[in-house]
């Protein structure tokens, strides 16, 4: 056998690499409106990146109704392409909705805590109360109303996602070493003395590793995003968030922006 023939034999013996999967069905507007909601997006065959067709906005917020289940140990890619559709620029985000193991939206404020501002209800705490006692609050710093209570709160954050939150804190207020902590609103739920609780804050509504406030080209661009495994806590755009176990495509293009073209969207776990 000669020398080119074997290594021909060789060669064709190993097996090719395989590209990673799109979790992303229909990302490309290939198959027309499949998976993508009608009243928010409309095909386009003029201008696409690539193939066919592309998308439109043609309401500011979409939301792919596909849900997509992730590991939270993995590293996972995202990307897209996006243009102007007119000559406004778009408030524009690109990212994920976080879901927990009910595919039940996980909020920013049930995950984002301030570290060291754990304590304990003084008192009893009743549905209808808008002052809650606490029995150390000097750690809490509040700031541009986005601030609120977790109840129930367990060591190593073992509690998040933490739906059990307060309305808005207003002010804190140190009296006779017992903290008042006044909310906006009644508190919703009662919780007797000695629940253990912290300070959550308000923060991004979902997980976004690209954005552009001011977004405005002719041309395509991509835009990527990389998230690598599960935050401990908190609501950033490159780890998932505690207790994701699947996410939905989001696309921001809001007013009073213009509109946007997308194409070719991947999600990809990374081996």
């Given at each position: 056998m ?21 979790l ?11 998976n ?7 095909i386009?065959?003029?201008?696409p ?18 849900i ?7 590293t ?7 243009k ?33 501002t754990e ?19 000097s750690?809490w ?5 986005t601030d ?13 996602p ?7 804190v207003n ?8 903290w008042?902590?006044?909310?906006d609103?009644?508190?919703g ?6 629940t ?47 207790g ?28």
């Amino acid at each position: 056998m000669s020398k080119v023939k074997a290594l021909f034999l060789a060669v064709s013996m190993v097996p090719f690499a395989l590209g990673a999967q799109n979790l992303i069905k229909n990302g490309d507007a290939e198959a027309n409106i499949d998976n993508w909601p009608p009243v928010l997006v409309q095909i386009v065959t003029d201008n696409p990146h690539s193939g066919k067709s592309c998308f439109k906005n043609t309401q500011p917020t979409i939301i792919s109704p596909d849900i997509i289940p992730v590991d939270g140990t993995k590293t996972y890619k995202y990307s897209g392409w996006f243009k102007s559709a007119d000559d406004k620029a778009a408030i524009f985000y690109f990212g994920l909705m976080p879901l927990d193991a009910n595919k039940v939206q996980i909020i920013a404020r049930e995950v984002n805590l301030i570290e060291g501002t754990e304590t304990e209800l003084a008192e009893d705490c009743k549905a209808e109360d808008t002052v809650l006692k606490a029995k150390d609050a000097s750690k809490w710093k509040l700031s541009d109303k986005t601030d609120r209570i977790a109840f129930n709160i367990l060591p190593d954050y073992k509690d998040l996602p933490n739906r059990n939150i307060s309305p808005v804190v207003n002010k804190t207020e140190n009296k006779n070493n017992v903290w008042e902590l006044t909310l906006d609103n009644p508190c919703g739920k009662a919780y007797p003395a000695g629940t253990k609780i912290r300070q959550h804050k308000d923060s991004s509504s979902y997980m976004y590793s690209s954005f552009n406030e001011k977004f405005q080209s002719a041309a395509w661009v991509e835009f990527p995003g990389e998230i690598k495994g599960t935050a401990k806590s908190g609501a950033g755009g490159t780890q998932f968030w505690p207790g994701t176990k699947y996410v939905q495509v989001v696309i921001l293009a809001l007013p009073p922006g213009g509109k946007i073209y997308f194409d070719d969207l991947k999600l990809e776990e990374q081996k």
